[in-house]
């Protein structure tokens, strides 16, 4: 999510999440900080967003959930960002806005207006924020494809704007390590179209439900083929009716089948179209690889299609699905050689035309991890870009631009926030420290109860262990260890200690020395100590 600020006006491009690493034990999604925003809800005009991604979009249910603004945007992006706000639940009357080629939004001081451009989504669009010392553009993802399906990208006006100056350039960085061009959509189609005419039995074809380009490519190819098209997974599905209500998506009559008909349809006259070409765990693709879904199961002779790069946190759950599909009999197709998927970022080649053609006097790498944005900026220097006008920003580093130059800022309240089972959480390192040892040490509870008159226990010590040692097979183990803890806590009773956190830590210290000397690893311990006024009613078992 960005932000432009004059005066009394702010201006908000984007709202998206990412989706948590690995290591983030218990985390959904990651959104932005909006600590900021909190502080000033009066002076935020609008929400602009530049197409309908999740890590552009994912992000407004938690926003709406505590500020309101207009939203500006295509029509497909709106229209995906009312079906979230319906899952949410969100209620809330939100002032919805399509935006138009040639439209211009004004405030008092600052007005936007809007550029088309091509992008793995329809309705991606640029956004240009007019202020009194210049012109700000915000490319969105974006790439140039001379032959795309579908519109075309406004050279012209990107033209007319690198010929009034523009006075910032935020451009997009996704790709800016890969050398050439991205590949165009067109040559994709003749892929795809290629392929299925090969296939002689069932085609399972997967990829990202919010591409609508490969989706069209599909319907072609099954109408050419004389196929027809099961759809499997929700946001398929539900990109399938967004697309035909706002005419993305042109289908045949007939073509579309349910699954009552997979059974009985011949195999070479079949495509399923899924989800799940990033080996997501409940996608339709990832359930059918592991024989758990309901109706569809894999025959030999099926050909699977990923239609899709893997993202650098999902390569290993790709290779699981992959794996799995080839066991069950399979032919999977994918990776680069087979020309059925292209990136909607830009190449290196692309981010060159990109930056000659708007000029910028400030250049601003965003959109892509640390050293994608560095890159950036070194392409940036090469086409001519002093580099005391490049700026590669942190997280709530604000650049503050006058009219005759530019600097850095102090930081902002800004960061990252946790969706953890629905609820926004603020970024607490300790927090995710903690649960990554829960999850590699496991847990060990020891329960005793103690007389609180003569600080004797009288029941316990008690090990119960959760994740660290399996019981069965340590039972040894831990009948030595609940011996070893009650010979140490035996001098406590004989100092009639009645301070429970000294036998909290008693407690810890001993079998954390002891579980180390025989395992060299040790449990997160807690204690669960009670004192009891009448120990007749305790029985120690």
């Known amino acids: 999510m960005y932000g432009i600020e004059y005066k009394n006006e702010i201006i908000l491009i984007d709202a998206g999440l990412k989706f948590p690493d690995a290591h983030m034990n218990g985390v959904d999604y990651i959104i932005p900080d909006i600590r900021y925003l909190l502080d000033k809800p009066q002076q935020i005009k609008a929400l602009f967003l530049t197409h309908g991604h999740e890590d552009h979009i994912g992000a407004v249910p938690y926003l709406l959930k505590h500020l309101s603004f207009p939203i500006y945007g295509g029509a497909l992006t709106i229209d995906l960002v009312k079906a979230k706000l319906e899952e949410h639940k ?131 190819a099954a109408s050419e083929c004389n196929r027809r098209i099961l759809i499997l997974g929700r946001s398929m599905e539900k990109i399938f009716s967004i697309g035909q209500e706002l005419g993305h998506l042109h289908i045949p009559q007939g073509m579309l089948m349910d699954m009552k008909e997979i059974h009985t349809t011949p195999h070479h006259q079949v495509i399923i179209l899924c989800t799940g070409s990033q080996g997501e765990p409940n996608a339709a693709l990832t359930r059918i690889a592991a024989g758990s879904h309901r109706h569809v199961q894999i025959f030999p002779g099926d050909t699977v299609v990923f239609s899709s790069s893997p993202i650098p946190g999902n390569i290993i759950q790709v290779n699981r699905s992959i794996d799995m599909l080839m066991r069950s009999g399979a032919a999977v197709l994918y990776g680069a050689e087979y020309d059925i998927h292209t990136s909607g970022h830009g190449s290196r080649e692309d981010l060159k035309l990109m930056i000659r053609t708007m000029r910028p006097k400030y250049f ?113 183990l831990m009948k030595t260890a609940e011996s070893h ?9 004989q100092k009639k200690e009645a301070r429970c956190e000294i036998w909290e830590h008693k407690i810890s210290e001993v079998l954390q020395n002891f579980f180390y000397s025989q395992l060299q690893r040790t449990p997160v311990i807690f204690s669960s100590i009670h004192s009891v006024s009448h120990p007749t009613q305790v029985k120690d078992d």
């Open 90 to 220: 969100l209620t809330n009357s939100v002032d919805f806005h399509i935006i138009q080629d040639h439209e211009r939004v004004s405030f008092q001081h600052l007005s936007v207006h809007f550029f088309r451009t091509i992008h793995s989504i329809p309705d991606a669009f640029g956004i240009v924020v007019d202020t009194p010392y210049g012109s700000i553009v915000h490319t969105g993802d974006f790439k140039f494809d001379m032959t795309p399906e579908g519109k075309t990208a406004d050279l012209h006006k990107m033209m007319q704007l690198g010929e009034k100056g523009v006075l910032a350039l935020l451009s997009d960085s996704t790709n800016s390590e890969r050398e050439g061009q991205s590949l165009s959509e067109h040559t994709v189609g003749k892929s795809v179209l290629e392929l299925i005419q090969q296939c002689e039995g069932r085609v399972l074809f997967a990829t990202f439900a919010s591409n609508v380009h490969r989706l069209q490519q599909v319907i072609h």
């Open 485 to 493: 803890l009650k010979s140490a806590l035996y001098g406590l009773e």
């Open 364 to 476: 601003i790498p965003i959109h892509g991890e640390y050293r994608m944005l560095v890159s950036h900026q070194k392409l940036a220097e090469q086409v001519g870009i002093p580099s005391n006008r490049i700026y590669v920003l942190n997280i709530g580093e604000p650049l503050l631009i006058t009219k005759y130059h530019a600097r850095k800022g102090r930081n902002l309240p800004s960061g990252s926030s946790f969706v953890i089972r629905g609820k926004v959480e603020s970024h607490e390192p300790e927090l995710i420290d903690e649960r990554n040892r829960l999850a590699k040490d496991g847990v060990l509870i020891v329960a005793l109860v103690l007389n609180n008159e003569t600080c004797q226990m009288i029941a316990g010590p008690d090990l119960i262990s959760r994740g660290f040692v399996y019981v069965r097979d340590a039972n040894e």
